[in-house]
C-alpha cells in the first residue's frame, strides 16, 4: 500500500516537472527594472565616480618627500683618487626634502576631483534616464506591435466570410468571377500586412530583449496608464533644471571652475624645504645643511596668468553650452507635450467620429450587398476603409505612447524623481 503511493507521489512529482509552467506577464515597470540591474552603464558610472573620490583623497595630500644620497666631491686624480676618507672636501651625503604645498591648494586640487565625481553621478543619472526611456519604448512598440497584429488576425478571420459568399453567389449564378477574385486578393492583402506584422513583431522583440535581457516570447502585462507625465507646461522651466543632461553640464562647469582656482592658486608658489646629513673621513667634521627652494615665477603673465586664462575660458565655453542646451530641452520639451496632447485628442476624434463611421459604413454595405443593390468590391472598400482607420487608431496610440515615454522618463523616475502630473 505505501510502496503504491510513493509511486503514485514519483509520478505526479515528474508530471509537475514536464508541465510547462505559465509565465508571469511582463509589464512595464517590471521590464524598466530588469534593464536597470542588467545596465553595464550605470556601474560604469560608479566607477567613475569612485575613481573621482578616490583621486580627490590623493589631490588633497601633499607630494611624497624626496630622499637625496650621493658622494659630493670624490677625488679622480692624484694619490686620493676614488678614496672617499682621505680629502677633507670629500663627503657622504643622505638628505631628504618636502614641499611644503599650501593647504588652500590641496583643499582647491581635491575639489576638483569632487566635482568630477559629482559630474560621473549626474551622468549615471543621464544613462539611467535614456536606460528608463529606451526600455519603456520598447516595451510599448512590442505591445502596439502585438495589437496591430491581432487585429489584423481578426480582420483575416472575417476576410474569410467575404470569400465563401462570392464562391457561392458564383456557383449559383448570382455573383460574377471578378467578385471571387477581389474577395481573394483582399483576404491576401490582409494576409501580406499579417506577415509584416510578425516581421515587427519580431524586431520589437529583438530590441526589448536588449535591453531586459530575458527572452520577451511571455504575454506582456496591461498597459500602464498613458494619460499623464511628471511634467507641467507651468514650472517647465524649473522642471528642466533637474534634466539629467543639463547636471551634467552643471556639474562639469563646477569642476571647471575648481580647476581654474587651482590656476589661480598657483600662482603663489610653493616652499620645498631640504634637510641633508654629511659624512667625512675619520678626521674631519660631519656637516648638516638645510636649504630652502622657491621656484620664481619670473614670467607669470605668459605662464601662469595664460594657464589661469585658458581655464576661465573652459568655464565660460562650459556655462554658454549649459544655457544653450537649456533654451533647447525647453523648446524640445513643449514641443512634445504638444505632440501627445495633439495625439491624445485625435484618438478622441478617432473614438467618437472616424471608427464608428467606418463601421457603419461596412454595415451599410454589408447591408446593401445582401439586399443586392451593392457590389462585392463596395463591401471590400468599406472593410478595407474599417481596417486601414483601425491600424492607423494604433499607430496614433503607439505615437502618444512613445512621446509619453520621452516625456516620463525625461527626468529619471525613482525615489526623489517625482513631479507634479501634467494632463
Not at 510502496?3 to 507521489?9: I, K, N, T, W, Y
Not at 626634502?97 to 586640487?109: F, I, P, V
Not at 576638483?112 to 519603456?136: P, S, V, Y
Not at 535591453?211 to 511628471?230: K, N, Q, S
Amino acid at each position: 500500500m505505501f510502496s503504491r503511493f510513493l509511486q503514485a507521489a514519483a509520478a505526479l512529482g515528474l508530471a509537475a516537472l514536464a508541465w510547462p509552467s505559465q509565465a508571469e506577464p511582463l509589464s512595464l515597470q517590471d521590464a524598466v527594472r530588469l534593464a536597470e540591474q542588467r545596465s553595464r552603464q550605470l556601474p560604469a558610472q560608479d566607477a567613475a565616480a569612485d575613481a573621482a573620490r578616490q583621486m580627490a583623497v590623493s589631490a588633497a595630500q601633499r607630494p611624497d618627500p624626496v630622499l637625496k644620497a650621493g658622494i659630493d666631491n670624490l677625488p679622480v686624480t692624484g694619490a686620493d683618487r676614488f678614496s672617499v676618507t682621505r680629502d677633507f672636501m670629500t663627503q657622504r651625503t643622505v638628505g631628504v626634502s618636502q614641499e611644503l604645498t599650501r593647504s588652500d591648494k590641496l583643499r582647491l586640487r581635491a575639489s576638483r576631483f569632487e566635482r568630477e565625481a559629482e559630474a560621473a553621478e549626474a551622468g549615471r543619472q543621464l544613462a539611467l534616464a535614456n536606460l528608463q526611456r529606451d526600455t519603456a519604448s520598447a516595451w510599448l512598440d512590442l505591445y502596439y506591435q502585438q495589437q496591430m497584429r491581432t487585429l489584423l488576425r481578426q480582420q483575416r478571420t472575417e476576410a474569410a466570410l467575404p470569400v465563401q459568399a462570392a464562391d457561392a453567389a458564383y456557383r449559383g449564378g448570382r455573383g460574377s468571377q471578378a467578385d471571387v477574385f477581389a474577395a481573394r486578393a483582399a483576404a491576401a492583402q490582409i494576409d501580406d500586412k499579417i506577415a509584416a506584422a510578425d516581421r515587427e513583431v519580431a524586431s520589437a522583440k529583438t530590441m526589448l530583449t536588449r535591453w531586459t535581457g530575458v527572452a520577451t516570447d511571455e504575454i506582456l502585462d496591461a498597459l500602464p496608464a498613458l494619460d499623464a507625465v511628471r511634467l507641467n507646461e507651468e514650472t517647465l522651466d524649473q522642471d528642466i533644471a533637474h534634466h539629467p543632461e543639463l547636471a551634467v553640464l552643471v556639474k562639469q562647469e563646477a569642476a571647471a571652475q575648481a580647476d581654474a582656482d587651482a590656476a589661480r592658486a598657483n600662482k603663489r608658489p610653493d616652499v620645498s624645504v631640504e634637510v641633508s646629513y654629511s659624512q667625512r673621513g675619520p678626521a674631519y667634521s660631519n656637516m648638516v645643511s638645510v636649504g630652502v627652494s622657491i621656484p620664481l615665477q619670473w614670467d607669470q603673465k605668459n605662464r601662469q596668468d595664460r594657464e589661469l586664462g585658458a581655464k576661465l575660458a573652459v568655464v565660460e565655453q562650459l556655462r554658454a553650452q549649459r544655457e544653450e542646451q537649456t533654451r533647447m530641452h525647453v523648446a524640445e520639451v513643449r514641443t512634445l507635450l504638444q505632440q501627445w496632447r495633439s495625439d491624445r485628442e485625435r484618438l478622441v476624434r478617432y473614438d467618437e467620429e472616424l471608427l464608428p463611421l467606418a463601421a457603419d459604413r461596412t454595415r451599410a454595405a454589408l447591408a446593401a450587398y445582401s439586399g443586392g443593390t451593392a457590389s462585392l468590391s463596395a463591401v471590400l472598400d468599406a472593410r478595407r476603409g474599417e481596417i486601414d482607420t483601425r491600424m492607423e487608431r494604433l499607430r496614433l496610440q503607439m505615437s502618444a505612447a512613445r512621446l509619453w515615454a520621452q516625456l516620463n522618463y525625461l527626468i529619471p523616475d525613482g525615489p526623489g524623481g517625482a513631479m507634479e502630473l501634467a494632463k
